[in-house]
Structures are given as structure tokens and as C-alpha cells.
């Protein structure tokens, strides 16, 4: 597509209400320590960091119990139980403390797909998978995430990539609560280890993010452009057994190069018995992500693959 | 044992055993185990019984360090001897059962040499720990794996402190080894740590069956780092951290830390400072599973350990 954008991408401009509830939650996972203590230490006790002219955000820690536990999860994935049939679910579920805890922040933060959901949701969290720093955004057609998604790559130090989820899933992570939201993901880390270098790159971005929100606020166009991206395609799971136990790893050429394209006849698996190597298979190259995340294992992915795609995305301006 | 004019004889090792899983999220370990059950042609050697050994099942099925306590603290005396009239902790009876199977620990009939495959998310690349710097037998076997894989293939962590000694899954034979290689996140597996840990699995058993023919180890000196104190976190009234490792330490296990040299860094945004007396080389900086027990990392010395000549005695 490269940069010549399209005349209707001219001529059409979003406009949005002003942003005034804006949330920044932490510990949605409750061992992804650099979104728990950016909010329960660096946010909470530095509330001027969350200040700004126009609004003034807030910071919760998503999953208490999880995150006082230092554990993913209590009972199941928090970040799994925001679909509208899960919110919606009679309370036989409610044996699951997250499902409870879903329901409480639906109605803290939400109700989801309301008019009364809070404007913006930015969740944090950090993956064992070397992805450098990613913010992830649900559709593309949310020209406001998107921009905002724009505007952290632009104005970031570090490398930043956006990842699309793929179309048509429906949406279902704590964010997704909100009118407007993305996620930064960022790795590699160990979970149940706060460094102190991710969690600078997390505050330093959640900083941009509240700029952002705030200059839109008042008054500033963010003009359209063509939004690279890495938008999800399928899965792809460990080579294992009859009972279900891994007979290989991650390929150690495959190890550590999420984003990097993967082509037909590449090395992604090794044996632990012969120390084989398990090639790709497809003739359509794949970019690979979550290469080897810790807590992919029990939902069957070693990786996510995913192709480069672009969108074009309608400039924003604050609607009076 | 007795001496001999270069050294001290000492018995065969014939019963090896390789533990994986004494923390059930540390992947490498579990994954090599439960492959040399299936088939163990790799860890075989002629005349020596090698053990492959799962030890910490619950909680290998669960992927956690441990269900109820940590089983690699629970080799006291006390807890060995601890009797079913309650129900006990799931490791202090799986403790038990390995001292059991072993063990007993102290006794003769303990296992010659266990192997105990830990993983750590600090950045210590291979270490071995070493719980008794008299234990010629290990020294040697250290010494061998070093000068076959490269001096520099892995540090040696010598653990004798008064008050940071703990009772190791592995204390229970006659021979004890923790092997920790990192880094490694927990609940992970990465090809690269399974095959240093391979390695080194495979130079040990090489040097246990060459011992054991008859070969002698003439009397070296080895590089050890000895532990010499734990750092916590600083922590806040509430007894929560109010701290991170500093970037400037983070994954520089061994490097040299001098007095004056950044350690901390707060939450928001302040250093503090290393005010010991001396150069130390700091380790376990930053593992997960520390900071429940209070510890960022550790500081060693530098001592170079003397190791005696060693054959095999024909009593």
C-alpha cells in the first residue's frame, strides 16, 4: 500500500466524544509483575503520573487475589472471561472467583458494549516470549485504539509492534470492557519476575498513552495513515504424545525470533529424543509470536502465527 | 577411604541416580527424566545402576515449584523422621519415601551419587552446586567436566554456610550434585538450557564409568565460588518489596560487584546502593522463586578449592 492513502481516508475523519474514564489495569495475570506493581507501587503512589489537563486516570489491579497469590490465575483466565455469553452466564458459574471477578469489573468498568463503559481500558502485561515491546488492539475499525496504537510506535524509544487480533473472533479480554482499548505486551519475561527495565518501558508507555489521550482531548486532529501490523491467523501446537505430553521444543531457530517470517522447510521443532528437527510445512510464510510463552503450554500453542497486514485508519479529532 | 601415595582411594560408584522435577516447574529437569524413563539408553553406563527419577510428581502434574512445601528444604532430621499420626504435607511424605528409596541419608546404603536438574530465571548460565568442599570424588568429577567442556562451561557454587545450608532432595546419597542452569523461565522449556544440562549429565557419567575402571585423577585445584550472604529486597512497612534489582545488576550473575555499585532501584526511581567492605560476585540474582523467601541474590567469594588424586580402591 505503502503511503498513499485513499481519497475516502481524506476525506473521512472519526470524531469521538471526549475521553474522560480512563483505566489502567495491572494484573489481569497475576505473576505478570510489571503491570501489578507498576499500578500497586508506581502508580498508586505517584498519582500526579496518572494526571493530566483534560482528566485524570484511574489504576486497578485487575486480578487481586491472583496477583496477591502471584499466580496466573485463582480458578481460570481472567482474560477469557469477557464474552458477552460469559458476563451474561447465570451465577452456577460463580464457583470460579474469576468468573465473579469478571462480573464485578463488567460492572465497575463496563457494562461492556454500554454507553455507561468506561472510554478507555490500556491492560499490562509481559509474556516469557520474546516480543520486545507490543500493543495489541482488538479490530481496525476502531480508528481511536488504533491511533493511540499509532501514536506509542511513533513516539516510542523502543521498537514497538501492533498486533491485530484476527477478524471476526469475538472479542473476549478484560480490555475489551471498555469503549475504547489496547494492551502493551511486553517481553521476554520470567513470570513471577518484576525487572526492572520492562517495567520502565511499561511506564514510559502507559506516560505516552495518558499524553495522547490528553491532547486529543483537546482539540488535536491525528491525521489518517496506513497502519502496519501483525493481525493473528492460527495457532500451532506441540508435536505430543498419545497422552498428551510434548515430545519436542521449541526449534532453537525458532527460539527468541517472534516476528521473524517463517518459510517452508524452516527448522520450528526438536525432537527431545532424536533432537529431529520439525519443519514448516505451509507454502504461505507465517510471522511467528508468543514463541514458547510459559502459559501457552496447557492451551495447546507453542506459537501464533500471523501475517503483515495494512489498514487504513481514518484520522481522529475530539467531537465538541 | 584410604590414601595412597598421590591420593585417597575410594569405593565404586554403583548406584547413580538423576532427579528431575524437585520443582515441578522447572522444565529442563522434568523433560530429560521423564525421557530417560522411557528409554534410558543415554544415561546408561557399563556396571553402574543410573536412576532416572521424577521427584516431586504432584507437583510436576500441577507445573508449580511445590503443593505444600519445598521439597529441596525438607531433608532435616526432623522432617525425615516425622511420624503419620496427622496428615502430613505432601512433601514431607514424598521426602520420606525418597530417603526411603535412596537413602537412608548418612547411612551406608545410601545412593553413591545423586543428580538433582534444578532450573533458574536468573542468568547463571550451567552452575554446579556443591554442598561439602571435601568431597574429592565430586571435585574431580567437576574438574573433568570443566576441562572437557571449556573452563568456562560452568562456575562451581560451594554452599557451606552456617546459616544458608539447606537440606537438598540430593543430601540423601553419599554424593550430591545440583545441577541449575539458567536462565530459564519457569514452566518453560528451552532447547538451548536441555542441551547444556544434557552435557553436562553426559561428561558425569562418563567421568563416574572412567573412575570406576580404574582410572586415575590426579590432585587438582578448581575455582569455586563460595556462598557468603543472601540480600533481600528492601522492603516497605507492610514487609512488601519496595524495590527491583537495578538494571545495572540484572543478569550479571558472577560479574564483580563493588562496593558503591548500584543493586536497587525503587519504585520510583531511585538507586541504592552495595555498602559491603569488599568485591563479591553476586548469583541467583533476581530468581522468581525467591522472593517468597526473602532473597534478591546472593553474594560469593572467590577460593580456589584444592581437590586430592583419586583411583578406585581394590578392597
Same mark, same amino acid.
Given at each position: 500500500?505503502?503511503?498513499?492513502?485513499?481519497?475516502?481516508?481524506?476525506?473521512?475523519?472519526?470524531?469521538?466524544?471526549?475521553?474522560?474514564?480512563?483505566?489502567?489495569?495491572?494484573?489481569?495475570?497475576?505473576?505478570?509483575?510489571?503491570?501489578?506493581?507498576?499500578?500497586?507501587?508506581?502508580?498508586?503512589?505517584?498519582?500526579?503520573?496518572?494526571?493530566?489537563?483534560?482528566?485524570?486516570?484511574?489504576?486497578?489491579?485487575?486480578?487481586?487475589?491472583?496477583?496477591?497469590?502471584?499466580?496466573?490465575?485463582?480458578?481460570?483466565?481472567?482474560?477469557?472471561?469477557?464474552?458477552?455469553?460469559?458476563?451474561?452466564?447465570?451465577?452456577?458459574?460463580?464457583?470460579?472467583?474469576?468468573?465473579?471477578?469478571?462480573?464485578?469489573?463488567?460492572?465497575?468498568?463496563?457494562?461492556?458494549?454500554?454507553?455507561?463503559?468506561?472510554?478507555?481500558?490500556?491492560?499490562?502485561?509481559?509474556?516469557?516470549?520474546?516480543?520486545?515491546?507490543?500493543?495489541?488492539?482488538?479490530?481496525?475499525?476502531?480508528?481511536?485504539?488504533?491511533?493511540?496504537?499509532?501514536?506509542?510506535?511513533?513516539?516510542?524509544?523502543?521498537?514497538?509492534?501492533?498486533?491485530?487480533?484476527?477478524?471476526?473472533?469475538?472479542?473476549?479480554?478484560?480490555?475489551?470492557?471498555?469503549?475504547?482499548?489496547?494492551?502493551?505486551?511486553?517481553?521476554?519475561?520470567?513470570?513471577?519476575?518484576?525487572?526492572?527495565?520492562?517495567?520502565?518501558?511499561?511506564?514510559?508507555?502507559?506516560?505516552?498513552?495518558?499524553?495522547?489521550?490528553?491532547?486529543?482531548?483537546?482539540?488535536?486532529?491525528?491525521?489518517?495513515?496506513?497502519?502496519?501490523?501483525?493481525?493473528?491467523?492460527?495457532?500451532?501446537?506441540?508435536?505430543?504424545?498419545?497422552?498428551?505430553?510434548?515430545?519436542?521444543?521449541?526449534?532453537?531457530?525458532?527460539?527468541?525470533?517472534?516476528?521473524?517470517?517463517?518459510?517452508?522447510?524452516?527448522?520450528?521443532?526438536?525432537?527431545?529424543?532424536?533432537?529431529?528437527?520439525?519443519?514448516?510445512?505451509?507454502?504461505?510464510?507465517?510471522?511467528?509470536?508468543?514463541?514458547?510463552?510459559?502459559?501457552?503450554?496447557?492451551?495447546?500453542?507453542?506459537?501464533?502465527?500471523?501475517?503483515?497486514?495494512?489498514?487504513?485508519?481514518?484520522?481522529?479529532?475530539?467531537?465538541? | 577411604?584410604?590414601?595412597?601415595?598421590?591420593?585417597?582411594?575410594?569405593?565404586?560408584?554403583?548406584?547413580?541416580?538423576?532427579?528431575?522435577?524437585?520443582?515441578?516447574?522447572?522444565?529442563?529437569?522434568?523433560?530429560?527424566?521423564?525421557?530417560?524413563?522411557?528409554?534410558?539408553?543415554?544415561?546408561?553406563?557399563?556396571?553402574?545402576?543410573? #536412576?532416572?527419577?521424577?521427584?516431586?510428581?504432584? %507437583? !510436576?502434574?500441577?507445573? +508449580?515449584?511445590?503443593?505444600? =512445601?519445598?521439597?529441596? *528444604?525438607?531433608?532435616?532430621?526432623?522432617?525425615?523422621?516425622?511420624?503419620?499420626?496427622?496428615?502430613?504435607?505432601?512433601?514431607?511424605?514424598?521426602?520420606?519415601?525418597?530417603?526411603?528409596?535412596?537413602?537412608?541419608?548418612?547411612?551406608?546404603?545410601?545412593?553413591?551419587?545423586?543428580?538433582?536438574?534444578?532450573?533458574?530465571?536468573?542468568?547463571?548460565?550451567?552452575?554446579?552446586?556443591?554442598?561439602?568442599?571435601?568431597?574429592?570424588?565430586?571435585?574431580?568429577?567437576?574438574?573433568?567436566?570443566?576441562?572437557?567442556?571449556?573452563?568456562?562451561?560452568?562456575?562451581?557454587?560451594?554452599?557451606?554456610?552456617?546459616?544458608?545450608?539447606?537440606? #537438598?532432595?540430593?543430601?540423601?546419597?553419599?554424593? %550430591? !550434585?545440583?545441577?541449575? +542452569?539458567?536462565?530459564?523461565? =519457569?514452566?518453560?522449556? *528451552?532447547?538451548?538450557?536441555?542441551?547444556?544440562?544434557?552435557?553436562?549429565?553426559?561428561?558425569?557419567?562418563?567421568?563416574?564409568?572412567?573412575?570406576?575402571?580404574?582410572?586415575?585423577?590426579?590432585?587438582?585445584?578448581?575455582?569455586?565460588?563460595?556462598?557468603?550472604?543472601?540480600?533481600?529486597?528492601?522492603?516497605?512497612?507492610?514487609?512488601?518489596?519496595?524495590?527491583?534489582?537495578?538494571?545495572?545488576?540484572?543478569?550479571?550473575?558472577?560479574?564483580?560487584?563493588?562496593?558503591?555499585?548500584?543493586?536497587?532501584?525503587?519504585?520510583?526511581?531511585?538507586?541504592?546502593?552495595?555498602?559491603?567492605?569488599?568485591?563479591?560476585?553476586?548469583?541467583?540474582?533476581?530468581?522468581?522463586?525467591?522472593?517468597?523467601?526473602?532473597?534478591?541474590? +546472593?553474594?560469593?567469594?572467590?577460593?580456589?578449592?584444592?581437590?586430592?588424586?583419586?583411583?578406585?580402591?581394590?578392597?
Amino acid at each position: 500500500m505503502g503511503d498513499k492513502l485513499t481519497k475516502l481516508q481524506e476525506e473521512h475523519m472519526a470524531s469521538f466524544a471526549p475521553l474522560s474514564r480512563v483505566v489502567v489495569t495491572g494484573g489481569t495475570h497475576g505473576d505478570e509483575l510489571a503491570g501489578v506493581y507498576l499500578v500497586q507501587k508506581g502508580l498508586v503512589k505517584q498519582p500526579e503520573f496518572l494526571h493530566r489537563e483534560t482528566f485524570t486516570a484511574q489504576a486497578i489491579v485487575a486480578n487481586p487475589e491472583a496477583s496477591r497469590k502471584s499466580c496466573r490465575f485463582v480458578d481460570t483466565d481472567l482474560n477469557r472471561c469477557f464474552t458477552f455469553e460469559s458476563l451474561s452466564s447465570s451465577t452456577a458459574n460463580s464457583s470460579s472467583y474469576e468468573i465473579r471477578r469478571a462480573k464485578e469489573l463488567n460492572h465497575l468498568l463496563g457494562p461492556k458494549g454500554s454507553n455507561e463503559a468506561v472510554d478507555f481500558i490500556c491492560d499490562l502485561h509481559t509474556t516469557t516470549a520474546n516480543m520486545g515491546t507490543c500493543i495489541i488492539v482488538d479490530s481496525e475499525k476502531d480508528y481511536l485504539s488504533c491511533q493511540a496504537a499509532h501514536y506509542l510506535k511513533e513516539v516510542s524509544t523502543h521498537p514497538c509492534r501492533i498486533l491485530l487480533m484476527k477478524s471476526g473472533t469475538p472479542t473476549f479480554s478484560m480490555m475489551s470492557l471498555a469503549k475504547h482499548y489496547l494492551t502493551l505486551e511486553i517481553g521476554p519475561a520470567p513470570h513471577g519476575v518484576i525487572r526492572a527495565d520492562i517495567y520502565n518501558t511499561m511506564k514510559m508507555l502507559v506516560g505516552h498513552l495518558l499524553d495522547f489521550i490528553d491532547q486529543f482531548n483537546k482539540g488535536q486532529e491525528f491525521p489518517a495513515f496506513n497502519m502496519d501490523c501483525f493481525q493473528i491467523e492460527r495457532k500451532f501446537d506441540y508435536p505430543r504424545d498419545e497422552e498428551g505430553q510434548l515430545t519436542a521444543c521449541i526449534h532453537p531457530k525458532l527460539q527468541d525470533s517472534d516476528f521473524k517470517p517463517l518459510f517452508q522447510g524452516d527448522p520450528i521443532f526438536q525432537s527431545f529424543v532424536s533432537e529431529d528437527s520439525i519443519c514448516y510445512e505451509a507454502q504461505d510464510p507465517i510471522c511467528p509470536i508468543f514463541i514458547n510463552e510459559a502459559s501457552y503450554y496447557s492451551k495447546g500453542i507453542a506459537f501464533w502465527g500471523t501475517k503483515i497486514q495494512t489498514f487504513e485508519i481514518a484520522s481522529i479529532k475530539v467531537s465538541i | 577411604m584410604t590414601t595412597y601415595l598421590n591420593g585417597v582411594s575410594l569405593p565404586p560408584s554403583k548406584r547413580v541416580s538423576i532427579f528431575g522435577g524437585t520443582h515441578g516447574n522447572e522444565m529442563t529437569g522434568v523433560t530429560l527424566v521423564r525421557q530417560w524413563i522411557k528409554n534410558g539408553a543415554e544415561v546408561q553406563r557399563a556396571g553402574v545402576l543410573v #536412576t532416572p527419577f521424577i521427584a516431586n510428581p504432584k %507437583a !510436576v502434574e500441577r507445573r +508449580v515449584r511445590y503443593i505444600d =512445601q519445598d521439597l529441596n *528444604r525438607a531433608f532435616t532430621p526432623e522432617i525425615l523422621s516425622l511420624i503419620d499420626w496427622k496428615d502430613l504435607p505432601y512433601e514431607v511424605k514424598q521426602a520420606q519415601e525418597i530417603n526411603r528409596l535412596f537413602g537412608p541419608k548418612g547411612s551406608k546404603d545410601a545412593y553413591d551419587v545423586i543428580f538433582d536438574l534444578h532450573n533458574t530465571t536468573s542468568n547463571m548460565g550451567c552452575t554446579l552446586i556443591l554442598e561439602n568442599s571435601g568431597d574429592d570424588f565430586i571435585l574431580q568429577m567437576i574438574n573433568y567436566i570443566k576441562c572437557t567442556l571449556g573452563q568456562s562451561s560452568c562456575h562451581v557454587l560451594l554452599n557451606e554456610h552456617p546459616e544458608l545450608k539447606y537440606e #537438598t532432595t540430593r543430601s540423601v546419597a553419599k554424593h %550430591a !550434585v545440583g545441577v541449575e +542452569v539458567g536462565p530459564q523461565p =519457569q514452566g518453560v522449556i *528451552r532447547s538451548d538450557i536441555l542441551k547444556s544440562t544434557r552435557q553436562i549429565l553426559k561428561y558425569a557419567l562418563d567421568f563416574i564409568q572412567l573412575f570406576n575402571k580404574g582410572e586415575e585423577f590426579a590432585a587438582c585445584n578448581l575455582e569455586v565460588y563460595v556462598l557468603n550472604a543472601s540480600m533481600d529486597y528492601p522492603r516497605d512497612q507492610h514487609g512488601d518489596i519496595s524495590a527491583m534489582i537495578h538494571p545495572h545488576l540484572q543478569d550479571r550473575d558472577w560479574q564483580p560487584l563493588c562496593p558503591g555499585d548500584a543493586i536497587f532501584l525503587t519504585f520510583d526511581g531511585k538507586t541504592i546502593y552495595y555498602e559491603g567492605e569488599c568485591t563479591v560476585y553476586p548469583t541467583f540474582i533476581n530468581e522468581a522463586a525467591y522472593y517468597e523467601k526473602h532473597q534478591a541474590f +546472593v553474594t560469593t567469594r572467590k577460593k580456589v578449592l584444592p581437590a586430592k588424586g583419586i583411583k578406585i580402591s581394590t578392597d
